[in-house]
C-alpha cells in the first residue's frame, strides 16, 4: 500500500492573494492500493473585492431589499430631524458639565423633574 502521510494538507495564503485550499488523500477506487489526491481551492480573484457600492446597486437592480431601510422608518427619521435642520427648534447654550439648560424643564409633565440617576 501507498504512503498516504503527508498528503492532507490544509493551507492558507494571506498574501499577495488570499487562498484556502485542502488537500486530501484517499485510496483510489479498485482493488489495488493506490493514492488518490483531490485538491479544493478558493482563491480570491483579482478585481474580485465590489466597489463601495457595487453591492448596493447590485441589490437594487435584483430588487434585493435587506441592505436598504423601509420607507415608513426613513419617513420617522426624518420626522426627528427635519425639525432641527429647519431652524425651528432652537439650540439653548448650558456649561459643561450641567444637567442642560433650563429650558429643558419645560419638556417634562407638570409636577415632575429630572431625575440624577448618579445621586
Not at 6 to 26: H, Q, Y
Not at 41 to 60: E, M, N, S, W
Request: hydrophobic residues 40%; glycine residues 10%; negative net charge.
Amino acid at each position: 500500500m501507498e504512503e498516504f502521510r503527508g498528503m492532507n494538507e490544509l493551507r492558507f495564503r494571506v498574501r499577495p492573494d488570499t487562498a484556502v485550499s485542502l488537500t486530501l488523500a484517499g485510496k483510489k477506487p479498485g482493488i489495488a492500493a493506490h493514492a488518490q489526491v483531490e485538491e479544493l481551492a478558493f482563491a480570491q480573484q483579482p478585481g474580485a473585492d465590489p466597489r463601495r457600492y457595487d453591492r448596493l446597486i447590485g441589490a437594487a437592480l435584483e430588487g434585493d431589499k435587506f441592505y436598504f431601510a423601509r420607507e415608513d422608518s426613513v419617513e420617522a427619521a426624518w420626522h426627528v430631524v427635519d425639525p432641527i435642520l429647519d431652524d425651528t427648534t432652537p439650540v439653548y447654550a448650558y456649561p459643561p458639565g450641567t444637567w442642560g439648560p433650563t429650558a429643558a424643564d419645560h419638556l417634562l409633565p407638570t409636577g415632575t423633574s429630572w431625575r440624577n440617576p448618579g445621586g
